[in-house]
C-alpha cells in the first residue's frame, strides 16, 4: 500500500509541477508578446489558439480566429521571430506550427526507458 501511495503522490507533485511550468511559459510568452511584437493583439490571439492546441496550420488559426490570412501569417511569422513557435514541416504551402516549449514541459519524463542488456 505504502508503495502505491508514494506513486500517487509523486505523479500528482509531477503534475502539479508541470502545470506550474506551463502557467509560468504561458505569462512569460504573452509578457514578451505585449512588449516585443509588432502586431500583440492578432500576436496574443493567435498565442492563445496554441496554449489550447499545441499544433496548428495558418488556414486553421484563420478559420478559428476570422482574422485575414495576411493577418495570421504576419503573427505568425512574429511568433517566430520572438521564438514561440516553430514551423515543422518546411514547407511553403500547409505549413504546420508548433508551441515547442509548451510540448517539451508536457512530454518531461515520457521518454522511454532504456533497455537493460
Known amino acids: 500500500m505504502d ?7 509523486d505523479t500528482a507533485n509531477q503534475a502539479f509541477e ?5 502557467v509560468d511559459l504561458f505569462k ?3 509578457e514578451r508578446i505585449t512588449t516585443e511584437s509588432d502586431r500583440a493583439g492578432s500576436a496574443l490571439r493567435t498565442h ?6 499545441p499544433f496548428l ?9 476570422g482574422l485575414s490570412a495576411p493577418t ?4 505568425l511569422a512574429d511568433l517566430q521571430r520572438l521564438d514561440i513557435v516553430d514551423e515543422v514541416t518546411g514547407r511553403k504551402r500547409g505549413r504546420v506550427f508548433s508551441y515547442r516549449r509548451y510540448l517539451a514541459i508536457l512530454s518531461e519524463g515520457t521518454d522511454p526507458l532504456p533497455l537493460s542488456s
Not at 492563445?48 to 492546441?53: I, K
Open 48 to 53: 492563445g489558439l496554441f496554449q489550447q492546441n
Open 18 to 22: 508541470a502545470a506550474t511550468q506551463i
Open 3 to 9: 508503495f502505491f501511495l508514494t506513486g500517487v503522490a
Open 72 to 75: 495570421v501569417n504576419a503573427a
Open 28 to 30: 512569460e510568452d504573452r
Open 57 to 65: 496550420t495558418a488556414n486553421q488559426v484563420v478559420q478559428i480566429t
